[in-house]
């Protein structure tokens, strides 16, 4: 097993390119990824966000440059990386419990020990109650839950989410809001989060990295900071947090269609 790099740089993307066929979807792109903290991918649609985040989890190669994790040169899928999907991507055959544990499972945790991990991570994303319920059975914003349970439950170092709270509504969006701010806060994870929601964005991140249109590189580093000793309920109120949405809005209204 390799060391965990002690680096402050838990990602590291440098001039990567990326084709699909005519189409030059990342152009020359570099961004670090600082360990332990929440970094957002914002910009317009189509402007590669996704398409980066699976080149940094190995799930699609870039044409050139190197993506480096925890010091390592990706050059496939780790167990370093856990995938959340905007689409829940669940097990429909297998219980909250099961799908859950399925990743330790594949890596050969005995069953009590990855039931255990399991519903620590259940419960920690407010689901206890319902390891034994299928996906059918459960709201959108609860499998959601259970996406991330998954995740956690591996104890990977870098947590990728692919605008996982797109799909469900503004209240339960908000709460799934709080509830990362407090696994920032408390898992000592770097997260990796793709989100077309500017009040999101500056709501949930230590960084954001906004995005130009194709071919995409990084137009600008912003570190929301300020507002983020004041708690939770206040950020949304505070006049920093409102003037950053404004500004990063007069930055993208331009490539908007």
Sequence with gaps: MNAISTSSKAV????????????????????????GELTSLLGPSGCG??????IIAGLLPADSGEVMVNGETVTGPGP?????????????????????????????????????????????????????KFPHQLSGGMRQRVGLARALSVDAQVLLMDEPFSAVDEQTRRK??????????????????????????????????????RPSRVSEIIR???????????IRRDSEYLDIVDRIWDSLRTYVE
């Excluded at 390119?17 to 979807?25: D, I, L, P, T």
């Excluded at 966000?49 to 699976?54: C, E, G, P």
């Excluded at 701010?181 to 077309?196: D, P």
């Design 12 to 35: 590291e993307v440098r001039n990567v390119f990326k084709n699909y066929g005519e189409v030059e979807a990342l152009q020359d792109l570099s961004l670090d990824f600082p360990r």
């Design 49 to 54: 966000k996704t398409t980066l985040l699976k």
């Design 80 to 132: 370093d990386r856990a995938f959340v999907f905007q689409d829940f991507a669940l097990l429909p055959w297998a219980s909250v419990i099961r799908n859950v544990a399925f990743g330790l499972e594949l890596r050969g945790v005995g069953k009590s020990e990855r039931e255990a991990i399991a519903e620590k991570y259940i419960a920690d994303v407010g689901l206890d109650g319902f390891e034994l």
């Design 176 to 213: 799934f809001q709080e509830d990362l701010l407090n696994l920032v806060k408390h898992e000592n994870k770097t997260f990796l989060f793709v989100t077309h929601s500017i009040e999101e964005a500056v709501y949930v991140s230590d960084q954001i990295a906004l995005l130009l249109p």
């Design 224 to 234: 929301p900071s300020g507002f983020r000793d004041k708690g939770i309920d206040s």
